[in-house]
T-cell receptor, first 115, second 115 residues
Framework: AQTVTQSQPEMSVQEAETVTLSCTYD???????LFWYKQPPSRQMILVIR??????QNATENRFSVNFQKAAKSFSLKISDSQLGDAAMYFC????????????FGTGTSLTVIP | NAGVMQNPRHLVRRRGQEARLRCSPM?????VYWYRQLPEEGLKFMVY????????ESGMPKERFSAEFPKEGPSILRIQQVVRGDSAAYFC?????????????FGPGTRLLVL
């Protein structure tokens, strides 16, 4: 089974600053999809951004962008101009079209935003 | 367009009782996924269903757990004879199609506490 590793259990960032959350994954597949989900205290899972492995261009959604390094199997999330509302758990997830379409989640990074 | 609905949001059971968790997917979505999140962990895949069919149950415990997605009505995750280790948040997600790039939309989760 694919594994997803988030090596930073906790991170903090000053409001308006930039922070990068790391994620690595292990797979032998060439075609797959990567996602970042946010889980605020309400515990609702909210999609932040997604990346198709066949696309070389890094995905961007407003203040959120990724650094996708396919050869290194790395998929980091950069949050620019951090806001208090960004405080949450962030989960990296891998999805393959070949294994029943389930997500494989990392263990999460808890992000604190300091006013 | 209502999102994924789950009920109850909180469920308390005593050991040995049965727990029934319900999930209504987003309108037009025929693919349902159940995940379990233990404290301090990421979400773990349990089962993937389409209407009236279980497609992938590789993440389901072999005993006491079952899931269904009938032609009419919500998807049900059923846990018989609950034990304390079943205490967790159970999330349902849905998507309109299968396929790796399809985003799964998550419900708010059901928090199960077994006393």
């Amino acid at each position: 089974a694919q594994t997803v590793t988030q090596s930073q259990p906790e991170m903090s960032v000053q409001e308006a600053e930039t922070v990068t959350l790391s994620c690595t994954y292990d797979t032998s597949e060439s075609d797959y999809y990567l996602f970042w989900y946010k889980q605020p205290p309400s515990r609702q899972m909210i999609l932040v951004i997604r990346q198709e492995a066949y696309k070389q261009q890094n995905a961007t959604e407003n203040r959120f962008s990724v650094n996708f390094q396919k050869a290194a199997k790395s998929f980091s999330l950069k949050i620019s101009d951090s806001q208090l509302g960004d405080a949450a758990m962030y989960f990296c997830a891998y999805r393959s079209p070949n294994t029943g379409n389930q997500f494989y989640f990392g263990t999460g990074t808890s992000l604190t935003v300091i006013p | 367009n209502a999102g994924v609905m789950q009920n109850p949001r909180h469920l308390v059971r005593r050991r040995g009782q049965e727990a029934r968790l319900r999930c209504s997917p987003m309108k037009g979505h025929s693919h349902v996924y159940w995940y379990r999140q233990l404290p301090e962990e990421g979400l773990k895949f349990m089962v993937y269903l389409q209407k009236e069919n279980i497609i992938d149950e590789s993440g389901m415990p072999k005993e006491r757990f079952s899931a269904e997605f009938p032609k009419e009505g919500p998807s049900i995750l059923r846990i018989q004879q609950v034990v304390r280790g079943d205490s967790a948040a159970y999330f349902c997600a849905s998507s309109p199609f299968s396929g790796g790039k399809e985003t799964q939309y998550f419900g708010p989760g059901t928090r199960l506490l077994v006393l």
